[in-house]
């Protein structure tokens, strides 16, 4: 089956700097590769997903790129603010039927005033 | 407005109980899913659901059966609680329609077994 693996496990930056966390998947039938943000006390939320038949994807300050061959993708953060503090969660799917999600393990983003 | 709920925020039970967590949904999806939450693991897959009365096991059934009577219901079941299962649970669901793979998330349940 899918395995996410996701780096690093903690990453504190200064506000306004750029923040980059990478996932690495095993199964090439993935399609589909979602980020969660999980405040602190609250439920997982979309951010931002990329489905393999584009490379990049931005909205805003976030993006997201996709390296298929090399099994790959990352979520790029640019202009970092206190609000960006929490854990985020990258995840892959093949798309098919109930499109069930593999996570990897999340990365707490701490971001100094 | 997606709204996933959860029938507890916070449980406590012993070892050897039978425990029910219960999730509602109220945007008519057609999928719904069950994970643990744990620090350092990300979130597991349990059980899933795609229609009523369908269920696939998930990364970690073990210890855990699922019961869906109605589509907008899904009810998480601990036969015989054990400390090893105390974690933060959390429900999901998802649609096959426009916002497909999307899933939105219950608050949690955190689950101590004492």
Not at chain 1, 5 to 34: M, R, W
Request: net charge neutral; glycine share 8%; with cysteine.
């Amino acid at each position: 089956g899918e395995n996410v693996e996701q780096h690093p496990s903690t990453l504190s930056v200064q506000e306004g700097d750029s923040a980059v966390i990478k996932c690495t998947y095993s199964d090439s039938a993935s399609n589909y590769f979602p980020w969660y943000k999980q405040e602190l006390g609250k439920r997982p939320q979309l951010i931002i997903d990329i489905r393999s038949n584009v490379g990049e994807k931005k909205d805003q300050r976030i993006a997201v790129t996709l390296n298929k061959t090399a099994k790959h993708f990352s979520l790029h953060i640019t202009e970092t603010q206190p609000e960006d503090s929490a854990v985020y969660f990258c995840a892959a799917s093949d798309d098919q039927g109930a499109q069930k999600l593999v996570f990897g393990q999340g990365t707490r983003l701490t971001i100094n005033p | 407005d997606v709204k996933v709920t959860q029938s507890s925020r916070y449980l406590v039970k012993r070892t050897g109980e039978k425990v029910f967590l219960e999730c509602v949904q109220d945007m008519d999806h057609e999928n719904m899913f069950w994970y643990r939450q744990d620090p350092g693991l990300g979130l597991r897959l349990i059980y899933f659901s795609y229609d009523v009365k369908m269920k696939e096991k998930g990364d970690i059934p073990e210890g855990y059966s699922v019961s869906r009577e109605k589509k907008e219901r899904f009810s998480l079941i601990l036969e015989s609680a054990s400390t090893n299962q105390t974690s933060m649970y959390l429900c999901a669901s998802s649609s096959t329609g426009t916002s497909r793979g999307e899933q939105f998330f219950g608050p949690g349940t955190r689950l101590t077994v004492l």
